[in-house]
């Protein structure tokens, strides 16, 4: 058959994110697939170099919209290493704490996404209503949804107070009940089932031969997680096990991912039990003394690692970056072979790439007029419940059977 | 085996690793070789030792040489980070795609950014920078200047 070559992207409604994909095609069939990325570079790598240690935590939080905390930990961890600070345990903990109400947050994300992209659009609506509680706990306990800012060297900067255990304990009862009827979705919903099965297989050969990180890799049955293997923040202490699968499909991408989450809702719990008490930072130095260190954190999407290398000086001499996607991205092109055209926005969806966050607004600016007001997060809400209500759309009706029902 | 052990080791049957290996904290060896003996180290790592994942490969520009830091680890979390030059008279150094098909994209980040050469690379797409990137223009390297 004639062979037709075909360039997708690099903005492309199927994904939300700039990648440029090349894809011979014989027929329906896929021959071949090459990505040129590099269109969301920003030079963050060159601009850390340019600023301050103090500077470049809230750079490096600003890689990924969706796992800032994962970067910003990763990068505090390597120079709390070279200036050999002792960080307290209760920052540790909640350092963990946040990085694990993240993972939830970008899973259950993921599980909207690969439910949109096999049109099954009812399962994105249910998870991403269910995030906003992982969100809510985020905001609350950091002040922000995404890019948290938590992080500084040598520890946490904001503490974590008895209201906020109250509400995370509910929120967790909540997500897991709800998690657990995904499950139940993921293992008798036979459409899903049938459209997950068998498309994006990536033998476990080729995972370890590619490089394949985090949930990627572990539903091939490649056994690693650095939470495990090569313990940071306060994960020694804390009791989990590493979850694998072995179909090597999305299917089995799905079902890792679900199984995480319920590990992350067992981790909370303990986290918030054990939580030690005692001071949440140490102070750090403003110039960081000559040395080099590497940190690796197990971000939702797998293996995030940060090289940072000091020169004595209050700027890094070098901060280099390699995030999860980077290493799954290559994996793609081995799942994509002599598979249909059709399967592509799952497969490529199914390594989770990262899609860059938009922030809500709290800067409100009212039509017509130049006067600015600041909102906290119920005043938005409530004014954004009332604008729609203006214009005939109520929802709280919905939202009441919605309630009886969950 | 445990990092001092590992490092001992590598110490043991390659002598010039002697002044510059060490185990800076649990599971994190450093050493440093120089470019002719880097791949007989490397391929001992990976093949004898067990260093089976390639987190990345870092490339720094150092003054009058650019550093290349091979961040390789076991299963069990040790990390063996592998350090070495090339002069920037003659800025080249061989691939490890035939032992790591993954470095691909990591080596031509290296490539684009520092302005290296890796023999031995497939032809193929760059990356990260535009296509239309002007020619000789690495930013990574001290000297390189914002133009705007």
């Known amino acids: 058959m004639h062979k037709v070559t075909i360039p997708i992207g690099p903005q492309h409604p199927a994904l939300k994110e700039p990648e440029s994909f090349l894809v011979t095609l014989s027929g329906e069939k896929i021959m071949k697939f090459s990505a040129r990325l590099g269109y969301n570079h920003r030079g963050i790598e060159k601009a850390c170099e340019e600023r301050t240690y103090i500077q470049d935590v809230y750079l490096t939080e600003r890689i990924c919209g969706i796992c800032s905390h994962a970067h910003s930990t990763c990068f505090v961890q390597a120079v709390e290493e070279i200036a050999g600070l002792d960080v307290p345990k209760r920052a540790v903990y909640i350092r963990t704490l946040v990085a694990e109400l993240e993972r939830i947050h970008s899973h259950l994300l993921w599980l909207g996404v690969a439910g949109h992209e096999v049109g099954f659009d009812t399962l994105l609506m249910y998870t991403w209503r269910d995030r906003e509680l992982v969100m809510d706990i985020l905001a609350a306990l950091t002040g922000n949804r995404v890019n948290y800012g938590i992080n500084t060297i040598g520890g946490v900067r904001r503490d974590i107070l008895p209201e906020h255990t109250a509400q995370i304990r509910r929120a967790i009862d909540t997500l897991e009940e709800r998690t657990q009827y995904y499950i139940k979705i993921a293992s008798e919903e036979v459409t899903l089932i049938k459209r997950l099965s068998g498309v994006g297989v990536l033998s476990p050969e080729d995972a370890v031969k590619l490089g394949a990180v985090g949930p990627t890799g572990r539903a091939s049955g490649v056994d690693r997680d650095v939470r495990r293997d090569d313990p940071y923040a306060a994960y020694a202490e804390l009791d989990f096990n590493v979850i694998t699968d072995k179909h090597c499909d999305v299917y089995g991408r799905t079902v890792v991912r679900l199984g995480e989450l319920m590990e992350c809702y067992k981790m909370i719990r303990q986290i918030l039990k054990k939580m030690p008490e005692g001071p949440i930072t140490v102070k750090a130095p403003r110039r960081i003394p000559a040395g080099e260190a590497t940190s690796r954190y197990e971000a939702p999407r797998g293996e995030d690692m940060h090289y940072v290398k000091s020169n004595g000086t209050d700027k890094p001499e070098r901060v280099k970056v390699r995030a999860p996607t980077l290493a799954n991205i290559q994996t793609v092109a081995k799942m994509l072979e002599d598979r249909q055209l059709a399967d592509l926005p799952i497969v490529i969806a199914a390594i989770d790439p990262c899609f860059s966050c938009t922030d809500r607004l709290t800067v409100i600016r009212e039509a017509g007029k130049r006067s600015k007001k600041v909102m906290r997060w119920e005043e938005l809400h409530s004014y954004s419940v009332d604008w729609y209500k203006k214009r005939g759309v109520d929802f709280s009706g919905l939202n009441k059977r919605l309630e009886k029902i969950i | ?148």
Not at chain 2, 2 to 10: G, H, M, P, Q, S
Not at chain 2, 59 to 84: C, P, Q, W
Not at chain 2, 103 to 130: N, Q
Not at chain 2, 133 to 146: I, N, Q, S, Y
Request: one cysteine or more; charged letters at 30%; aromatic letters at 10%.
């Open chain 2, 1 to 148: 085996m445990t990092e001092e052990a590992i490092k001992n080791d590598l110490t043991d049957k390659f002598g010039f690793l002697a002044n510059t290996a060490r185990v800076q904290r649990k599971r994190r060896i450093w050493a440093d070789v120089d470019r002719d003996n880097f791949r007989k180290v490397f391929d001992y790592a990976v093949n004898d030792l067990e260093f089976s994942i390639l987190c990345t490969v870092t490339g720094l520009d150092e003054g009058s040489r650019y550093g290349f830091v091979y961040h390789i680890a076991k299963e069990d979390g040790i990390m063996l980070n592998l350090k070495t030059w090339a002069p920037k008279e003659t800025a080249s150094i061989k691939t490890i795609t035939d032992a790591f098909p993954s470095a691909d994209i990591y080596e031509r980040e290296i490539a684009d950014l520092l302005g290296v050469k890796i023999e031995g690379l497939a032809s193929g797409r760059r990356y990260p920078l535009p296509d239309d990137w002007p020619a000789g223009e690495h930013p990574l390297r001290k000297d390189w200047k914002r133009s705007s």
